[in-house]
């Protein structure tokens, strides 16, 4: 992409009332835009970093036998009345609607009631079982308070999976594969290090469910860490009885903040109770089918990023996840051949399939140009200017220092 056709512009100050790191860094950035407190959009860089992080959770997500689908955000009443949670006195972050002959709608927060009643015209018999089907899908949540950025949207996009079987030691089989699944996402994302399974209150069917919480001060949550098995607990669980059950001495603990990048839940029969989808087994006996969730926060984890990884400069993004590979800043492109080259080098990148963004603009300084690229944070930097003749100066985003490289070399060495 040429930056001269980009539309965004980068800011000198985000929003007073943004207090959010992440989010003050990718509005100055122009990755986003605040609408309101929770609500973002999402501008042409924010939006490719987005869908890269989404490529990450689908391909994992594929690869333990997820179907995708994406279900609707209108959600009729009688769906969250059959299970209960229609109610604000049970759910307390409806986003609630009317049609025009005043039938209630809602926005859905979540999606385990359309999902159940909509698997019933698909589920009969065990022969159907297992299933597992994903989306990514925005949520609305009317949350009390959102001043995290992209951490605490009321309006946010999530992955939510949502597995069905047939008896609990299959369910207990999918869900030890998704904490598997999830681990090799935050990896890839470049949050493996500092991301923990964390055990949390498991709801009537199972003692546990599971969060993977990513350590940082700018966490909402505090989670319990031990060290040296790499696992966490969290404050709903903090109690002896745990401590016993997961050999965990209490001492060794150690508080930090977190954010709750994902979470996983067994829901047993629950919502299929509810909404009766029911399967006949091979005795013939027709039985509740057994329920998982499985929830990744995909614009929570482009904040935690962004909040994570960054300097004084701007923003620092993950080689996985960057806008573009290569940002190739031209200066002095006034003069001919230094355009010529520069548009060569462009060229030769592109037609290899490797991701530019080509600072083209003639009539910005230097000094603005470099700027501009430490805050939107592309990982490596090609610098052709009058300077460079028949070289280039080369610098990942991190380094102070460039060095001069042939063209060539440094071509290559983009297209590895
Ligand atoms: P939290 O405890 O942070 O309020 P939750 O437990 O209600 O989240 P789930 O319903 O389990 O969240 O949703 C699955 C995932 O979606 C969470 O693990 C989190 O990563 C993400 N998520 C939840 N709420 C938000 C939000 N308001 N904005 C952005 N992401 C969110
Ligand atoms: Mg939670």
């Given at each position: 992409m040429r930056q001269s056709r980009l539309f965004t512009k980068t800011q000198k100050e985000a929003p007073k009332d943004e207090i959010s790191k992440n989010a003050q860094l990718l509005i100055k950035a122009g990755f986003i835009n605040k609408e309101m407190a929770g609500v973002y959009s999402y501008l042409p860089l924010g939006?490719?970093?987005?869908?890269?992080?989404?490529?990450?959770?689908?391909?994992?997500?594929n690869a333990i036998d997820g179907q995708e689908i994406l279900l609707t955000a209108l959600q009729q009443k009688g769906h969250w009345q059959a299970s209960g949670r229609w109610s604000d006195d049970t759910m307390?972050?409806?986003?609630?609607?009317?049609?025009?002959?005043?039938?209630?709608?809602?926005?859905?927060?979540?999606?385990?009631?359309?999902?159940?009643n909509l698997m019933k015209k698909h589920i009969h018999s065990y022969k159907d079982l297992p299933k597992y089907v994903y989306q990514f899908q925005t949520k609305f949540r009317n949350e009390v308070r959102s001043k995290s950025g992209l951490m605490r949207g009321r309006e946010f996009l999530m992955k939510d999976l949502y597995s069905f079987s047939r008896?609990?030691?299959?369910?207990?089989?999918?869900?030890?594969?998704?904490k598997d699944a999830y681990m090799k996402v935050y990896k890839r994302l470049g949050l493996g290090e500092i991301t923990v399974v964390t055990f949390a209150s498991g709801g009537s069917f199972s003692k546990f469910s599971h969060?993977?919480?990513?350590?940082?001060?700018?966490?909402?949550?505090?989670?319990?860490?031990?060290?040296?098995?790499?696992?966490a607990i969290n404050k709903e669980v903090y109690n002896d009885e745990v401590f016993k059950l997961l050999d965990i001495d209490p001492k060794k603990l150690v508080e930090k903040k977190a954010i709750e990048v994902g979470n996983i839940f067994k829901l047993g029969t629950k919502y299929s109770e509810a909404l009766n989808l029911t399967f006949v087994d091979k005795d013939g006996s027709t039985k509740p089918v057994i329920m998982g969730s499985y929830g990744i926060g995909v614009s929570r984890l482009m904040g935690t990023i962004a909040e994570i990884f960054n300097d004084e400069k701007g923003l620092v993004w993950p080689e996985n996840i960057a806008p573009f590979k290569v940002h190739l800043v031209g200066l002095n492109l006034d003069d001919e051949d230094v355009k010529v080259q520069a548009e060569k080098a462009y060229q030769s990148l592109t037609n290899d399939g490797v991701e530019v963004l080509f600072d083209d603009r003639v009539d910005v300084t230097p000094g603005k140009k470099f700027a501009e690229a430490d805050l939107i944070g592309i990982p490596h930097r090609i610098i052709i200017?009058?300077?460079?003749?028949?070289?280039?100066?080369?610098?990942?985003?991190?380094?102070?220092?460039?060095?001069?490289?042939?063209?060539?070399?440094?071509?290559?060495?983009?297209?590895?």
């Open positions: 939006l490719r970093v987005l869908r890269k992080i989404e490529q990450i959770i689908r391909e994992e997500m307390d972050i409806w986003f609630k609607t009317k049609l025009k002959n005043n039938v209630e709608l809602g926005l859905a927060p979540t999606h385990e009631e359309p999902l159940t008896t609990t030691s299959e369910l207990d089989e999918y869900y030890e594969k998704s969060e993977f919480q990513t350590i940082s001060e700018a966490g909402e949550d505090t989670i319990y860490v031990d060290e040296d098995k790499n696992i200017s009058k300077r460079t003749n028949s070289k280039v100066e080369y610098k990942d985003r991190i380094d102070e220092e460039s060095q001069l490289l042939d063209i060539k070399n440094v071509i290559d060495k983009m297209h590895g």
